[in-house]
C-alpha cells in the first residue's frame, strides 16, 4: 500500500510540473501499470509517459484516462519496436510536419495547428508560410545562441557588453533616432532589378549582398530610414545535441519510431557493435553506358566477399536523359542492371540497394521534392531485386540512432552563379557551401525561379535538427567536410570524375574515398 501511495504522489508531482491534473480514475490506472517497475526506473518511465501526453492533441490540462492508456501504449510500443527500426528509408512525402508555436515556444505537429493538409497544387498562403516558417525556424535558434541570450541577473557587467539583441525592420522603421549597432535577422530580396532589399516578416529595406532568398544577420547603424550595412553574416548554427535538449525526443526526422531514434541506447550499441556496415554511395550511375556498367561489375565483383549493408544510386540514370524513347531504354537499362545484382548472389541476398532520382530522369520536372521513378518503369526490376527500394528526391535513411539526408541536386554551381557576391576565396566553395546549407537549416536555400519547389512541401526540404550526414550529390568535384558535427559528402559524378565514389562507415562515422580507375 505504501508503494502505491509513493507512486502516485510521483505521478501527481510529475504531472503537475507540466502544468497538468489527472482524472481520479486516469491516475488510478497510471499508478497500477507501474507498480511492476523497477524502482530505479520509476523517474524515467513517468518522463517518458509525460512526454507521450504532451504528443497528444490534448483540449484541457485535465487528463483523461483515455489519453493516459494511450500514451502507455506508445512507451510499450516504442521498447518493442527496436529491433524495426534498424534501417528505415523515409521518402520525402512521409516527412512529419512540424509548427514552430510562438505561444508554447515549441514545435508542434500539424495537425494541432488550424493548417490544411499540404497539397502539391498550393495555396498563395502556402508560399507565404514557406518564407515565414523558414523565418520562424532561423529565429528562434539565433535567439538561443550565447551572443543573443540576455545576461543573467545579477551577472558581470562586462558579461552584458558582449551580448546582442535582435531588431525587427518594423522597430527600424518605427524609430526617428538614430540608431547605432543594430542586427537584424531578415531575407535578401531583388524587389527591384539590381537592387536588393533586406525583408522579415514586418517590413523591407535597401540593402545589398550575398545569395537572394537566404537569410542573415545584418550589422549596421540606423538612421533617416536608411539602415547602413557594416558587416553581413549567417545566423549561427546549432548540433543537434542543442537542439534535442531544447525540444525533448520529438521525432522531427520521420520514420516509424515514436520518438527520435537519439535516445535509444539499443540502437546506439547496435550501430557501434556492427563495424562492417558499410553504406556505397555513386552518383550519375548511367545505366545505359557501356563503361559504367562494365564498372558497376568490378564493384560488385569486389564487394561479393563482404556485401554492403546499402547501395545508395543517385540519378541521372541516363547520359542522355531525353527523347521519346527515354522511358523504354531506362526500363531495359534496369534490366541489364538486375541481371548483373543476380550475377553475384551474395550481394543480391544481403545488400539493399536505394534509387534516388536525379533531375534529368522522367518524372514531373525539376521541382523538388521530387516523386520517385514511375511504377511501370520499375516494376519488372523490383520483383528480380525485392531488396530494392525507389525513393523521392531528397529522402532520408535512418539507421541505427544516425539519420542521414541524400539530395540529387546541382546544387554548387546554381548557388555560385546566384550569388550576390562570391567569397574572397573561391578555392574554399566546398566549406562555404556547407556552411550556407547548414546556417539556413534548409537544402536549396535559393529564390524559387531557380530551385523551385512545391511550396506545401518546402518542409521536406529542412535539416532542422542537423542530421548526422548530408549525402550531396552533385556533379561538382568531390568532397567530405565535418561542420556542426554533421559529415556533408558529395560523390562526384561517377562516369565524369574518373569513377569515384564514397563509402561512408556508421560505426566510427568515416568516410573512405573510392575509384575505379584503371581496374
Known amino acids: 500500500m505504501d508503494v502505491a501511495r509513493k507512486i502516485k504522489s510521483k505521478v501527481s508531482a510529475g504531472f503537475k510540473m507540466r502544468g497538468f491534473m489527472l482524472r481520479p480514475e486516469a491516475s488510478r490506472f497510471l499508478?497500477?501499470?507501474?507498480?511492476?517497475?523497477?524502482?530505479?526506473?520509476?523517474?524515467?518511465?513517468?518522463?517518458?509517459?509525460?512526454?507521450?501526453?504532451?504528443?497528444?492533441?490534448?483540449?484541457?490540462?485535465?487528463?483523461?484516462?483515455?489519453?493516459?492508456?494511450m500514451a502507455v501504449q506508445d512507451c510499450t510500443q516504442s521498447c518493442d519496436e527496436t529491433i524495426d527500426n534498424v534501417f528505415n528509408i523515409i521518402g520525402a512525402f512521409d516527412v512529419p510536419r512540424y509548427i514552430y508555436s510562438l505561444e508554447r515556444k515549441?514545435?508542434?505537429?500539424?495537425?494541432?495547428?488550424?493548417?490544411?493538409?499540404?497539397?502539391?497544387?498550393?495555396?498563395?498562403?502556402?508560399?507565404?508560410?514557406?518564407?515565414?516558417?523558414?523565418?520562424?525556424?532561423?529565429?528562434?535558434?539565433?535567439h538561443r545562441h550565447e551572443l543573443f541570450t540576455p545576461p543573467a541577473i545579477g551577472s558581470a557587467v562586462e558579461e552584458g557588453r558582449n551580448k546582442f539583441q535582435l531588431k525587427t525592420v518594423e522597430a527600424l522603421l518605427g524609430s526617428t533616432a538614430k540608431?547605432?549597432?543594430?542586427?537584424?535577422?531578415?531575407?535578401?530580396?531583388?524587389?527591384?532589378?539590381?537592387?536588393?532589399?533586406?525583408?522579415?516578416?514586418?517590413?523591407?529595406?535597401?540593402?545589398?549582398?550575398?545569395?537572394?532568398?537566404?537569410?542573415?544577420?545584418?550589422?549596421?547603424?540606423?538612421?533617416?530610414?536608411?539602415?547602413?550595412?557594416?558587416?553581413?553574416?549567417?545566423?549561427?548554427?546549432?548540433?543537434?545535441?542543442?537542439?534535442?535538449?531544447y525540444y525533448g525526443n520529438v521525432n522531427f526526422f520521420g520514420g516509424p519510431s515514436t520518438t527520435s531514434v537519439k535516445t535509444s541506447a539499443k540502437l546506439k550499441q547496435l550501430e557501434e557493435e556492427n563495424e562492417d556496415a558499410m553504406f556505397v554511395i555513386v552518383s550519375d550511375v548511367w545505366l545505359d553506358s557501356v563503361e559504367v556498367m562494365e564498372?558497376?561489375?568490378?564493384?560488385?565483383?569486389?564487394?561479393?566477399?563482404?556485401?554492403?549493408?546499402?547501395?545508395?544510386f543517385c540519378g541521372n540514370f541516363s547520359s542522355a536523359p531525353y527523347g521519346k524513347t527515354q522511358n523504354k531504354s531506362l526500363k531495359e537499362s534496369l534490366k541489364l542492371l538486375a541481371d548483373a545484382i543476380c550475377t553475384y548472389p551474395s550481394i543480391h541476398s544481403s545488400s539493399r540497394f536505394v534509387f534516388v532520382p536525379g533531375p534529368e530522369d522522367p518524372g514531373p520536372g525539376t521541382i523538388l521534392p521530387r516523386p520517385p521513378l514511375a511504377d511501370h518503369i520499375i516494376e519488372e526490376f523490383r520483383q528480380r531485386v525485392p531488396s530494392s527500394v525507389f525513393t523521392t528526391n531528397p529522402c532520408r535513411i535512418q539507421y541505427c540512432s544516425q539519420e542521414i539526408v541524400i539530395i540529387r541536386e546541382d546544387l554548387v554551381n546554381k548557388m555560385c552563379r546566384n550569388c550576390v557576391r562570391l567569397p574572397n576565396n573561391n578555392l574554399d566553395i566546398p566549406n562555404h557551401f556547407v556552411k550556407t546549407i547548414l546556417s539556413q537549416g534548409h537544402l536549396t536555400p535559393l529564390p524559387v525561379?531557380?530551385?523551385?519547389?512545391?511550396?506545401?512541401?518546402?518542409?521536406?526540404?529542412?535539416?532542422?535538427?542537423?542530421?548526422?550526414?548530408?549525402?550531396?550529390?552533385?556533379k561538382y568535384d568531390p568532397f567530405n567536410i565535418t561542420n556542426t558535427d554533421c559529415l556533408c559528402l558529395n560523390p562526384g559524378s561517377f562516369p565524369r570524375s574518373g569513377f569515384t565514389f564514397k563509402v561512408y562507415y556508421p560505426s566510427n562515422k568515416s568516410v573512405e574515398d573510392s575509384k575505379l580507375q584503371g581496374l
Open 31 to 69: 499508478v497500477e501499470m507501474l507498480e511492476s517497475v523497477n524502482p530505479s526506473e520509476l523517474d524515467d518511465v513517468i518522463e517518458r509517459v509525460l512526454d507521450a501526453v504532451e504528443k497528444q492533441p490534448l483540449s484541457s490540462s485535465m487528463i483523461e484516462l483515455l489519453v493516459v492508456e
Open 106 to 142: 515549441k514545435f508542434v505537429p500539424i495537425s494541432m495547428t488550424s493548417h490544411p493538409a499540404p497539397s502539391l497544387c498550393g495555396l498563395a498562403r502556402d508560399k507565404a508560410e514557406l518564407f515565414r516558417e523558414r523565418y520562424t525556424m532561423l529565429q528562434q535558434r539565433t
Open 179 to 245: 540608431l547605432g549597432e543594430v542586427i537584424v535577422l531578415g531575407m535578401v530580396t531583388q524587389l527591384k532589378e539590381g537592387k536588393f532589399y533586406l525583408e522579415d516578416p514586418t517590413g523591407t529595406f535597401h540593402n545589398g549582398l550575398y545569395i537572394e532568398s537566404c537569410f542573415v544577420l545584418a550589422e549596421g547603424w540606423y538612421e533617416d530610414s536608411v539602415f547602413h550595412v557594416n558587416g553581413f553574416g549567417f545566423p549561427p548554427t546549432e548540433p543537434s545535441s542543442a537542439t534535442r535538449a
Open 295 to 312: 564498372k558497376l561489375h568490378v564493384m560488385f565483383s569486389g564487394y561479393a566477399a563482404m556485401p554492403p549493408t546499402c547501395f545508395v
Open 449 to 474: 525561379y531557380v530551385s523551385p519547389v512545391f511550396w506545401a512541401y518546402d518542409y521536406t526540404l529542412r535539416v532542422y535538427p542537423v542530421p548526422d550526414v548530408i549525402i550531396f550529390a552533385d
